[in-house]
């Protein structure tokens, strides 16, 4: 658990705010409402154990008010949202390594893919392409694959190599090395030829927090690749990081309590993902303004803090019908600000003050202890 700390706090620390793209393209007209703080008190403490990997102990936190809230209506969605139209079919094209055919991770994030697909599911449009899904142990076979698609992604924020989840190819292909998720320790590790070799452990064995990680990273993938889709593949240039990051986050948490089938709790994925997989609250203290831009390495204080903001977008705003009226909106718009304006009735900027107040409330009762 001492490495995943290091890691974590490396991925999730390392971007304080280093913008390159222009202030004009996150300009919004005025639009002001009043912002009442969700309530912190009374607190409760909350005891789960973690349905994947291993746990010494059962795991003990102290929620606010809000997140005890914001929790019950997340796990209504992701128990009974149902989409009017079904993901289409004969849309995937898999190209899996055979080292990991038997993998149980893979098995269950592949369960997971399939819930994302019904929760981000619209009528097929200009956006409906073939998707392919490349998931490997080696380099070697991922860059042969991604090869024969005559793609070039650029990955110089990764030292040149697949260290994770991506999506690449203009959102068309997701690639996956397994390799990365099992064993890096650090941001700044590299993937060796020694870690590809070894065998993958064993999910009973692995710290849930880990664990967790490992079983996230498809559905958060799959979830950018819904998102393009929803717009016919635009994506206007103001559209704030924390709000991409964070919506891959949170689905990705709903399509594992969806697939699960009541083994995992949405309770077990607040408490295990924005509690304990880091230390984002002690971390990524700036406003949620701060992170409307892609940090400058991999990981980023957009993602989790990215992840609270749009547990309550969801929760309180409208839930899941809200975010596809939303980029539905956006092909007409061409703007996420004016967007998100006429779809939810107040500014980005009035919600960045609302999601500050659940962040803040989070971090208070963090300090509090179990």
Known sequence: MKALRNFTLLVLVL??????????????????????????NPTKIVSITPPYGDAPRRVRVRLSKSEQDI????????????????????????RIESTVKDSRTLQLSISSLYATRAFLSVPANAGTFPIVIIIARSQNYINQEVASLGCRPSLTLTGGQYLMGATICDRRVIVINLTGYFFLKSGMDSITPEMERRPEPLLSETPYAEAD???????????????????????????????????????????????????????????????KVSRWIERCTSPLRAYRFTSEFPGGCEYLRGAAALELLLARHGGIPKIIDLFGNITATNDFFASFRQVYGFSVTSFEKQADVYAQHIRAVTRLGP
């Open 15 to 40: 971007s304080t705010v280093s913008f390159v793209h222009s202030a004009e393209a996150m300009r919004e007209p005025g639009h002001v409402v009043t912002v009442r703080p969700a309530p912190l």
């Open 71 to 94: 929790v019950r209506l997340l796990q209504n969605i992701a128990t009974n949202w149902n989409s009017d139209f079904p993901p289409p079919q004969n849309f995937l094209e898999w």
């Open 213 to 275: 990680r490992n079983l996230s990273g498809l559905a958060h993938e799959w979830t950018h690749v819904a998102r393009n889709r929803l717009t016919n593949g635009f994506v206007p240039n103001n559209e704030p990081a924390w709000f991409r990051e964070g919506l891959a986050e949170i689905v990705s948490g709903l399509s594992r309590v969806r697939a699960s089938n009541g083994l995992m709790t949405y309770m077990d994925f607040h408490v295990i993902r924005m509690r």
